[in-house]
């Protein structure tokens, strides 16, 4: 009986990896990175590792091609495709705010009034910011919500529900830039991170009553930074 024997073959060219007529895309800026490649890459690379094992967790996981394949691929391959790779980890991620974006026909608008956020809002924000990019799809999911309103430049977005946003992670995951992820962090942290640590640091030490002194001024202090719904 004959034995079929899969021959592999691996090319780079027009930053792509290709593989027995499978592309895989070689990103060259933030904006063409997705944010669960991204998550995977910062939750699998380990400074100790050896130079090869770096240099296969950068290009499988930012290119999705897999491990498997790489590790027979020509080291030519592999080197050019970390070039590429290593200058886009160069530069910086975009810092801009992108207020509003659609997937799949629905459009997300960032949260318009911070100081409007629910105290579970805050405490989940507060926990999940702790873990780093290894949560952010779901730091994004409390920040972007579906528009249920909008007039002009202004909108409503629909209430908080941690189901709702467990399964808008997962869709971000797949969807969001690197670019648009960091420019809302960016924004988000320069704002309500120094607010958010009153809640973590001095809740057990404040009674009730200075708790929504606390609550109360980090709202109006947040309401001086940001516009108005609708």
């Known amino acids: 009986m004959l034995q079929y024997t899969q021959i592999l073959i691996f090319i780079f060219y027009s930053m792509q990896i290709v593989i027995n007529e499978q592309s895989y895309y070689v990103p060259s800026a933030f904006n063409e990175v ?13 400074e100790e590792d050896n130079e090869a094992k770096k240099q296969l967790v950068l290009v499988s996981t930012l290119t999705g091609a897999p491990k498997l394949l790489l590790e027979k691929a020509k080291k030519n391959v592999i ?7 290593s200058k886009m980890l160069q530069t910086k991620a975009s810092e801009e705010l ?11 608008g960032f949260h ?6 629910k105290l579970k809002e805050f405490v989940d924000l507060d926990n999940k910011l702790a873990d780093g990019w290894q949560t952010m799809a779901e730091v994004m ?12 430049d202004k909108y409503r977005i629909e209430e908080y529900d941690f189901k ?3 399964h808008r992670a997962k869709l971000f995951k797949q969807e969001l830039s690197v670019d648009t992820v960091n420019g809302a962090a960016a924004f988000f942290l320069s704002i309500a991170v120094q607010y958010l640590t009153i809640t973590r640091q001095f ?15 980090m709202k109006n202090n947040l309401a001086r930074n940001m516009g108005g719904t609708l």
């Open 141 to 152: 999911s409390i920040l972007y919500r579906p528009i249920t309103k909008r007039k002009g």
């Open 112 to 117: 318009p009034n911070l100081h409007e956020l």
């Open 34 to 46: 997705k944010l669960g490649n991204f998550m995977d890459y910062m939750a699998q690379y380990n």
């Open 203 to 217: 809740s057990e030490k404040l009674n009730r009553r200075e708790r929504r002194k606390a609550t109360r001024q």
């Open 164 to 166: 709702t946003a467990k």
């Open 79 to 85: 080197d050019q495709a970390v070039e590429e790779l």
């Open 98 to 108: 992108n207020l509003v974006f659609e997937i799949d026909g629905v459009e997300y």
